[in-house]
């Protein structure tokens, strides 16, 4: 039986990760800049600080870290307020487990700001208690400190709290660090079948998510 539930956000719940696979690149291109190599897999456990660090050190940005935030933002902001969508059937998969008294938060590299606009316009932003996110607890998701306050926050135990992951790395961090592990599927992540053999359980498509409702009722 689980009591708590951490879900991570873009590729999780939200269908988001396309605008992210090119952010690093957009960015550049709006500076006249041509990127060098691929930002997607360089940014993949990345911080927007520690990607605004970067920009500035193997690009040559000029602006300050704030400001090179502040202007990715720009670019993700009307993304997230105006356009991104729940993964179908993310709305009922989130009333089911709430309606079983699991209590469920946020775990994302994404900057609140743009978390909470988008869960309010979809209308999900009440099933989370408290969004945590990489930058507020001052860690990447290669090490587990995001999943240990998320946990301290609902005050449930590892082994009673599900992490709900959509990427090897991030979903392997919750795994060794003791917590259950669901792994839902997003066409960007390549590992399906590393994915697969680390989680307690797989999610193709949430309205197919028999896998993990027998699990969690045994």
Not at 4 to 11: E, N, P, V, Y
Not at 44 to 64: C, D, I, P
Not at 162 to 173: G, S
Request: charged share 25%.
């Amino acid at each position: 039986m689980i009591r708590g539930a951490i879900f991570d956000l873009d590729g999780t719940l939200l269908d988001s990760m396309a605008i992210w696979d090119t952010i690093g690149e957009t960015y550049l291109r709006s500076l006249g800049k041509e990127p060098k190599e691929d930002l997607k897999e360089t940014f993949k456990t990345f911080t927007m600080e520690q990607s605004a660090h970067y920009y500035r050190e193997h690009y040559g940005v000029s602006l300050s870290v704030e400001e090179i935030i502040r202007d990715v933002d720009r670019i993700v902001e009307n993304f997230y307020l105006d356009t991104v969508l729940l993964k179908p059937g993310a709305a009922d998969f989130l009333e089911e487990l709430s309606g079983r008294g699991v209590n469920m938060c946020i775990a994302t590299v994404t900057n609140e700001h743009l978390v909470t606009a988008a869960l309010q316009r979809l209308g999900v932003r009440d099933y989370f208690t408290r969004i945590f996110t990489c930058a507020s607890v001052g860690h990447s998701k290669e090490e587990p400190h995001i999943y240990r306050a998320a946990a301290r926050h609902l005050q449930t135990e590892k082994a009673e709290t599900m992490v709900f992951e959509d990427t090897l790395h991030a979903l392997k961090t919750a795994k060794t660090d003791g917590f259950l592990a669901t792994a839902v599927y997003d066409v960007h992540e390549e590992q399906q079948t590393e994915l697969k053999e680390m989680a307690d359980c797989y999610i193709a498509e949430y309205p197919h998510a028999e896998e993990f409702w027998n699990y969690i009722s045994l």
